[in-house]
């Protein structure tokens, strides 16, 4: 082909997603079929329910995706998909229908990390430099990863229970908010104050993990006992205490990794990256501390799960000789 044009599937949980990127960092398309819809009265992700969907769904975004980026199939360099970390009857779905399509049309097939396909969201917003450091919250994962070099990521801090993103939509049932909740409580937070003072954990202790269940239980158990009291406390002041407590924690250890490698660049991604005082607290602490180091936020179009940033990954990853083998297999524990 003569463009530089990878198309991109990511299927990894409950958005079907397929776009086309061109030059690593041009979104051509980005269609995102979303099915929480689905998943809402269930309170969560039924994995079950969200294969049925991406079958019934993918071979539609594929033709939107090419239709909407004005380009056909000859037109390609690659494919690409996430094949892991997520549920693994969702990724066999994408993992499925990217070889499919690599195969019919004598395309390269890019297997491409969920977790840096996240981070690649950045990209969208300014050029990569190394070393950088990654901030990944999302529902399933909350990890610090290093980056001495392109194509290299080193975990150096990571959730020992919940994901953030996680803990935002149990608390967010308690509150009787939709799943995923995170958006809401997050617009409660600004109306609220930080009143109750959940505990922050971890916060001091000299390494660069994170824990959130302990806040979770600490702020469930508050709910339930003004209940039974028949007290109904604040819902801003509940969320603006959680939400409060999760990015002091979140700062603290990003300014924390940040003292122990020193890097040029702090990226903010994942799902849990949309949110509001988590970005304009890294503002400000960069702003404050680390004055020197830039810092990339994804776009809040590009925080949840999309194919795009797949996309845009993959494009790092073509050049450094990935390739996938016909036999790719999903790997929902995949790390990096
Ligand atoms: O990255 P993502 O789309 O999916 C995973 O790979 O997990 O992240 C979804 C998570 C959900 O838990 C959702 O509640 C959370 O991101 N989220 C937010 C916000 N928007 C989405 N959490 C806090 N504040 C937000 N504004
Ligand atoms: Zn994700």
């Known amino acids: 082909a003569e463009r530089n044009l990878i198309l991109a599937f990511e299927t ?94 004598h395309l390269p097939l890019i297997p491409v990390n969920h977790m840096a396909g996240h981070l690649y969201a950045a990209r969208f917003v300014g050029e990569f430099k190394y070393p950088q450091m990654a901030l990944l919250v999302s529902g399933g994962h909350t990890e610090l990863v290093y980056m001495p070099k392109e194509h290299e990521y080193e975990i150096v801090g990571e959730t020992r229970d919940d994901a953030a993103g996680e803990a935002y939509d149990k608390i967010g049932r308690v509150l009787g908010v939709n ?20 505990p922050r954990a971890m916060e001091k202790e000299d390494n660069l993990d994170f824990s959130f269940s302990g806040l979770k239980s600490a702020f469930i158990n508050t709910v339930h006992n003004a209940d039974q009291r028949g007290e109904e ?40 990256a949309a949110n509001h005082g988590l970005r304009d607290r890294l503002d400000h602490d960069m702003a404050k501390y680390h004055s020197n180091v830039t810092m990339l936020q994804a776009p809040l179009k590009l925080c949840g799960d999309n194919a795009a940033m797949i996309g845009a990954a993959a494009a790092v990853d073509y050049r450094h000789g990935d390739r996938a083998a016909w036999d790719l297999n999903a790997v929902p524990g995949l790390m990096f």
């Not at 799943?179 to 959940?198: L, S, V």
């Not at 604040?234 to 890097?263: C, G, I």
């Open 12 to 105: 990894s949980c409950d958005e079907t997603s397929v776009a086309v990127i061109e030059d690593g960092t041009k979104i051509l398309s980005n269609i995102v079929a979303t099915q929480i819809d689905s998943h809402q009265r269930f309170g969560g992700v039924v994995p079950e329910v969200a294969s049925r969907h991406h079958i019934e769904w993918i071979t539609r975004c594929i033709d939107q995706a090419l239709a909407e980026a004005g380009v056909d199939y000859p037109d390609l360099m690659a494919v690409a998909v996430t094949y892991g970390p997520g549920l693994v009857g969702s990724l066999l779905v994408g993992v499925t229908a990217a070889k499919v399509v690599a195969w019919a049309h």
């Open 179 to 198: 799943y995923p909740a995170g958006k809401t409580i997050d617009e409660w937070a600004a109306q609220g104050q930080d009143t109750f003072h959940f």
């Open 233 to 272: 406390l604040n819902k801003y002041d509940l969320a603006a205490s959680f939400q409060q407590s999760v990015v002091d924690v979140l700062a603290e250890k990003t300014m924390r990794a940040l003292d122990q490698y020193p890097v040029k660049q702090l990226i903010l991604a994942g799902g849990v």
